[in-house]
């Protein structure tokens, strides 16, 4: 599975902003997809995962409430929507797929995208 993020800039504190990752492959629909973030000066941290079917999702305890994952894969696209964003979610976010399909924060994510550059401005 070939990944590219897309749909990063810049917005205010409190805003909203939808990521999204693009997949190629036949296997994309039986794939977990998971988005990371990496800030400056720290390490990739894990920001939500969601299973082959869309049937769980998994969240950092950090965007619980305010980011949702969703995927289409008659698209085959996994979305992720940030709202009440904060300055402290600036990051670079990548998106990366898992194809035992289960997507949780402890699943093996094997191939990884190029990312998109999420900026929130206090």
């Known amino acids: 599975v070939q990944l590219q993020a897309s749909g990063g800039g810049l917005v205010q504190a409190g805003g909203s902003l939808r990521v999204s990752c693009a997949a190629s492959?036949?296997?994309?629909?039986?794939?977990?997809i998971g988005w990371f973030r990496q800030a400056p000066g720290k390490e990739r941290e894990f920001v939500a995962g969601?299973?082959?079917?869309?049937?769980?999702?998994y969240y950092a305890d950090s965007v619980k409430g305010r980011f949702t994952i969703s995927r289409d894969n008659a698209k085959n696209t996994v979305y992720l929507q940030m709202n009440s964003l904060k300055p402290e979610d600036t990051a670079v976010y990548y998106c990366?797929?898992?194809?035992w399909g289960l997507g949780s924060p402890q699943a093996n994510f094997a191939s990884w995208g190029q990312g998109t550059q999420v900026t929130v401005s206090s």
């Open positions: 969601i299973s082959w079917n869309g049937g769980s999702t």
């Open positions: 492959g036949r296997t994309f629909r039986y794939s977990a």
């Open positions: 990366a797929s898992e194809p």
